[in-house]
């Protein structure tokens, strides 16, 4: 085992980005506000605020620096956003964003599709931020998400070897962290235990978290096969929701109250309350009236056997 089975874990909630990227409502930013507010009072300290996308491509991101901005003030909470570029990267850095996500697609078919660009012109735009970002001497994270990884709903069958490649390159290129992403839900627990292990011995720790969504139900048994593999940081979403625009079918992250919850049902620590966590999943579900919410703990409710880690 990398990591120690006792280690705590990190959940980084993605719905305000993730979540509501795919949802043709613009949230108002005001509900955006009390959402960072209520995650970070539930123990979550890391958030994924929003992406540096045009405007007129995702209007329901277009407030992402006020949130990067109110994120900030919150104490020790980490602010991540996406961008898909340069000047996204630009954004991020005078927005004051702790991290950058920046997503590089694994399925040759899903790059074009959602980034105008091949994988290898992906990378050589890493190389360029992570050079801006030295020469402007911001602290700011880079992280890569290698998106598509398990599968791709458009290209189909992802090789291996293909993400082993990527997560080397990006890591030569100099990124702080790499993550690996069921986009399409295509993942099987023991895919996901091998290719994990497989990119932590090609990279280390610098592979530090999994995204998994739970499109047919085997979201959070795969989120356990990359904990198995060592992963201790994961991105969920509250009451489940999300999926990519250019991922036909996808959708449904594991949500934040189910993740929470199979960590604690094995005594390992997230410093997450559920209470708390339950108490944003339903003002979430009163401000997004009408969208499907998804998740088990919400219904089913807490066991009487469990102890809190």
Do not use: F
């Given at each position: 085992?990398?990591?120690?089975?006792?280690?705590?874990v990190t959940v980084r909630?993605?719905?305000?980005?993730?979540?509501?990227?795919?949802?043709p409502r613009v949230l108002p930013t005001a509900h955006k506000l009390e959402w960072i507010r209520l995650a970070h009072a539930a123990g979550l300290r890391e958030i994924e605020v929003g992406s540096f996308v045009p405007a007129k491509l995702m209007p329901q991101l277009a407030d992402t620096a006020e949130l990067v901005a109110f994120a900030n003030t919150l104490p020790g909470l980490q602010a991540s956003v996406l961008v898909p570029n340069v000047k996204g990267a630009e954004r991020a850095i005078e927005a004051g964003a702790h991290a950058m996500l920046l997503p590089l697609s694994a399925s040759h078919a899903h790059s074009l599709a959602n980034m105008k660009r091949t994988p290898d012109e992906v990378v050589a735009d890493v190389r360029r931020i992570v050079d801006l970002r030295d020469a402007k001497g911001a602290d700011c994270r880079i992280e890569i998400g290698i998106s598509t990884a398990f599968g791709c709903t458009i290209q189909g069958r992802v090789e291996p070897a293909e993400v082993l490649?990527?997560?080397?390159a990006v890591r030569d290129a100099g990124v702080d962290r790499i993550g690996l992403a069921d986009t399409v839900g295509y993942a099987d627990p023991l895919q996901v235990q091998q290719l994990f292990a497989s990119c932590l011995d090609a990279v280390g720790d610098t592979l530090s978290c999994a995204h998994f969504h739970d499109t047919r139900g085997l979201g959070v048994a795969n989120v356990f096969a990359a904990w198995q593999a060592g992963m201790r940081r994961f991105?969920?979403?509250?009451?489940?929701i999300g999926g990519c625009p250019h991922a036909p079918g996808a959708s449904g992250n594991v949500a934040t109250e189910d993740v929470a919850y199979l960590f604690a049902s094995m005594g390992i620590p997230t410093g997450l309350d559920f209470a708390a966590l339950?108490?944003?999943r339903a003002q979430v579900a009163q401000w997004l009236e009408g969208e499907p919410l998804h998740g088990a703990i919400w219904r089913a409710g807490l066991p009487k056997t469990l102890v809190p880690a």
């Open positions: 085992m990398p990591h120690a089975r006792s280690a705590p909630e993605v719905g305000l980005r993730d979540g509501l990227q795919i949802l490649r990527l997560v080397r991105d969920a979403c509250t009451g489940g339950l108490a944003l």
